[in-house]
Structures are given as C-alpha cells and as structure tokens.
C-alpha cells in the first residue's frame, strides 16, 4: 500500500494532499482479480491518515470509442496488441482479448461513475475528452460509511448508485470534446 510504503506526507500537516492515480487505461489492462485488489488498496491507503486530503484519480479509454478504436487503432498496429483477426472482442462490455493475451477493457463515463462510487468514494469530478474518461473521486466526509469487507445487507445495497441516479444527485455534466486541434492524438 502507497502510504505504508513512505508515501504519505512526512508530518500531520492538513495542508498536504496525497494523490492516488491509476491513468492511462491502467485499470482496464487488468485482469480481473487484480483490478479488484487495486481498487481495494487504493481505498485503503487513503484511509490510513484521513488527516490528509486524499485523492484518487483514475483514467480509462472512453467505452463510446471502443469500436472506432478496435477498427482505427488496434487494427492499424497489430505490433503493439497482437492482430485482431481471430481476437475475442465483446462490443456490449467493450473487451477485446488478442490471440497475442493483450486484452483490454473500455468504460463508459457512466460505468466509471458508478464503479468508483461503488468503491465508497465520492466523484467530485468526471470529464470525458476525446477517447478518455478521468475520474476524481475523495473518500466521504464520514469514512466509516466505508465497509472493510463487502457488505450484503439491504443497506449496503441501497448505498450503490446507478449511473442515473448518479447524474440525477450530483449533475455532472460529461464533456466532450469534439474532433479538433486541441484533440489529442489516437490513443
């Protein structure tokens, strides 16, 4: 875990702020078991001192792209992920698996909304610009809302937020950026 490892700030100064970030698609690289530890380590290491603000910033490719990516980008490098011929690609859950083991994940702001708010994090923030999605997201004002093991109970399950309900709450506006100078280049 990042705190345990010296990475929290040296004194009790509730001006420091430690930033967590999983960028870049990181998380939708993953396998499964291993994104699930992940998100679980991130929470933890900004509980450790909620003396500090804490931070998790998470980037994912932007799941509306994933067919114009899978076409344009991933069809266009064979190099880098493997060919796609014979590849494995599930369009509804935007998963693409190579012959070459390369497999990656897209999600939409939506579903990133609603796997970090999942986690018990608050999304203070949620952008999506050209093919990516990044999310800022703070622990809650009362961080004992956050369970140390998966709760089943009713309550629990009431706490999860959809993606509409979601919008509806907190407003969040996902932005856009349309094909432009200021785009950035293809994945």
Same mark, same amino acid.
Request: glycine fraction near 6%.
């Given at each position: %875990?990042? #705190?345990?490892?010296?990475?929290?700030?040296?004194?009790? $100064?509730? !001006?420091?702020? /430690?930033?967590? +970030?999983?960028?870049?698609?990181? #998380? =939708?690289?993953? @396998?499964? $078991?291993?994104?699930?530890?992940?998100?679980?380590?991130?929470?933890?290491?900004?509980?450790?001192? *909620?003396?500090?603000?804490?931070?998790?910033? +998470?980037?994912?490719?932007? =799941? !509306?792209?994933?067919?114009?990516?899978?076409?344009? &980008?991933? =069809?266009?490098? @064979?190099?880098?992920?493997?060919?796609?011929? !014979?590849?494995?690609? $599930?369009?509804?859950?935007?998963?693409?698996? *190579? *012959?070459?083991?390369? /497999?990656?994940?897209?999600?939409?702001?939506?579903?990133?909304?609603?796997?970090?708010?999942? #986690?018990?994090?608050? %999304?203070?923030?949620?952008?999506?610009?050209?093919?990516?999605?990044?999310?800022?997201?703070?622990?809650?004002?009362?961080?004992?809302?956050?369970?140390?093991?998966?709760?089943?109970? $009713?309550?629990?399950?009431?706490?999860?937020?959809?993606?509409?309900? +979601?919008?509806?709450?907190?407003? &969040?506006? %996902?932005?856009?950026?349309? !094909?432009?100078?200021?785009?950035? +280049?293809?994945?």
């Amino acid at each position: %875990v990042l #705190l345990k490892n010296g990475c929290a700030p040296a004194q009790n $100064d509730p !001006n420091e702020l /430690t930033i967590i +970030a999983c960028v870049n698609n990181t #998380l =939708g690289i993953m @396998p499964d $078991d291993m994104r699930a530890k992940v998100y679980s380590q991130i929470v933890e290491a900004m509980k450790i001192n *909620t003396a500090y603000d804490a931070v998790f910033l +998470a980037g994912y490719w932007d =799941g !509306n792209h994933f067919g114009n990516s899978v076409q344009n &980008f991933y =069809g266009a490098n @064979p190099m880098l992920c493997g060919e796609l011929k !014979n590849a494995d690609i $599930d369009w509804e859950k935007k998963i693409m698996r *190579t *012959t070459a083991g390369y /497999t990656t994940r897209w999600t939409s702001p939506e579903t990133a909304y609603e796997v970090v708010s999942n #986690l018990g994090l608050e %999304v203070h923030k949620l952008e999506a610009r050209s093919r990516g999605v990044l999310v800022d997201a703070r622990l809650p004002k009362d961080v004992s809302s956050i369970s140390e093991e998966e709760d089943d109970s $009713d309550e629990a399950k009431s706490m999860s937020r959809t993606s509409s309900e +979601a919008s509806e709450m907190y407003q &969040f506006e %996902v932005k856009t950026l349309s !094909n432009s100078s200021e785009e950035v +280049a293809q994945d």
